[in-house]
């Protein structure tokens, strides 16, 4: 029976529709709104936004004729008084998606994070806060982690060993792309131009596979990731280990691809003759590497599918297991002592994936957001933890919690 028909015979069962609250009503925030004005069986009960513009711009998306009342409120205090079975934090920013876990997983609410940059920066934290309170985070459908998690468990149901998964890339990287450089490309994509920038500078794209690896206790093989060029033909000639002719030194490996996007991949290896004459046999190439790949992700249209997941399977899709992969910042220019860092995309600093076990002392991009320099920093250094002057609200909180994690385990 389909996911969609195993939905509404649950949501039959419990008498009343599935409550949700979105915060963050942002471009993707938008495409939210419109798939939940689609759905059978949830109410759309609140939108959170500090933009009146853009919450009026979402509250007139949701149109369907419902018995309820959908509120549009400034302040995520909002959700504390409500009665709700699912939030989803779409704002894109680390501190927000901190704020909200912390009212939302402590009542024992269910958590979509369309926002990976939080599950990057304190993702572990987050997934121990919901199994202490009986509560289930989890990054949403649509962004490619999730969707690269499908190839990963198709290829282990049929027996197959991944040995790399990672996303395409459009264009090569400007680590020191800026928004005022962006702005007109922005514009005319309909973008903030922080996100664009954030696309460009190759931030979103370590986030993106740090949160992969620290599910899959899957590791990246060299600092940055390697980013080759490729097409989806020849990726399984690149992406497999040294010793047979490809670029990687270890296997279980997250990294991206130049040349192949939208979408995401995985190469996948068998050792058995049989197998791989019937891999063969299917126009599947040659072996004894594989491609398996999912040309397209999403983004918000698929959130229905999360939704529907959570209430019937009552699982995560995505939330940190292990801590492998730090997103480190960096310096996009000269950086004096009392400066704001900025945001992710923004001015001042870029993401890079570092090993975790490499990436001791330095200051995580999340964490780095809007936090004041202390120190002179070089243009394309990594700032430590001790360049800047850490603010004690929610976010660091958890960081602290998850760096007590990390050494337990």
Do not use: C
């Not at 072996?287 to 040309?295: E, H, I, N, V």
Request: net charge negative.
């Amino acid at each position: 029976m389909s996911l969609l028909k195993n939905f509404i015979i649950e949501v039959e069962s419990r008498g009343k529709n599935v409550r949700v609250a979105l915060v963050g009503a942002g471009q993707m925030g938008q495409g939210i709104v419109t798939q939940l004005n689609k759905m059978t069986g949830v109410d759309l009960v609140l939108i959170v936004d500090k933009n009146d513009e853009k919450l009026d711009s979402a509250q007139a998306k949701y149109t369907k004729d419902k018995n309820h009342d959908m509120s549009i409120e400034k302040s995520i205090e909002a959700i504390d008084n409500i009665e709700l079975d699912i939030v989803i934090e779409a704002t894109g920013t680390p501190s927000s998606g901190a704020d909200v876990a912390n009212k939302v997983l402590n009542r024992g609410i269910n958590l979509i994070l369309l926002n990976v940059e939080t599950e990057a920066t304190i993702g572990l934290a987050l997934n121990q806060e919901a199994k202490r309170n009986n509560s289930i985070v989890t990054v949403g459908d649509g962004d490619e982690p999730v969707a690269a998690v499908e190839l990963y468990n198709f290829a282990n149901e049929i027996g197959m060993e991944v040995i790399a998964i990672g996303k395409g890339k459009n264009n090569p990287f400007n680590t020191f792309a800026t928004p005022k450089l962006l702005k007109d490309e922005a514009i005319k994509k309909k973008m903030n131009p922080y996100m664009l920038t954030s696309f460009v500078d190759g931030s979103k794209t370590m986030i993106e596979m740090a949160a992969l690896a620290n599910y899959l206790d899957f590791n990246i093989d060299t600092e940055g990731m390697h980013g080759a060029e490729a097409t989806y033909e020849n990726l399984n000639s690149i992406y497999i280990p040294k010793k047979d002719g490809g670029i990687l030194n270890s296997r279980n490996i997250v990294d991206f691809a130049f040349g192949i996007a939208p979408g995401v991949f995985a190469v996948v290896y068998s050792d058995d003759e049989y197998v791989n004459y019937e891999m063969e046999y299917l126009k599947m190439g040659k072996g004894p590497y594989w491609t398996l790949a999912r040309p397209y992700h999403l983004t918000s249209l698929e959130i229905p599918r999360t939704i529907m997941s959570l209430i019937v399977n009552k699982e995560t899709k995505l939330s940190a297991e292990h801590w492998n992969v730090e997103v480190v910042a960096h310096a996009k220019e000269d950086i004096l002592p009392g400066t704001n860092l900025g945001s992710i995309g923004g001015n001042l600093i870029y993401g890079k994936a570092m090993e975790t076990s490499r990436a001791i002392n330095m200051l995580p991009l999340g964490i780095a957001e809007n936090n004041i320099a202390n120190n002179k920093i070089k243009k394309g250094d990594p700032l430590t933890i001790d360049d800047a002057t850490l603010v004690d609200n929610q976010l660091y909180r958890y960081w602290k919690k998850q760096i007590d994690l990390i050494n337990i385990s």
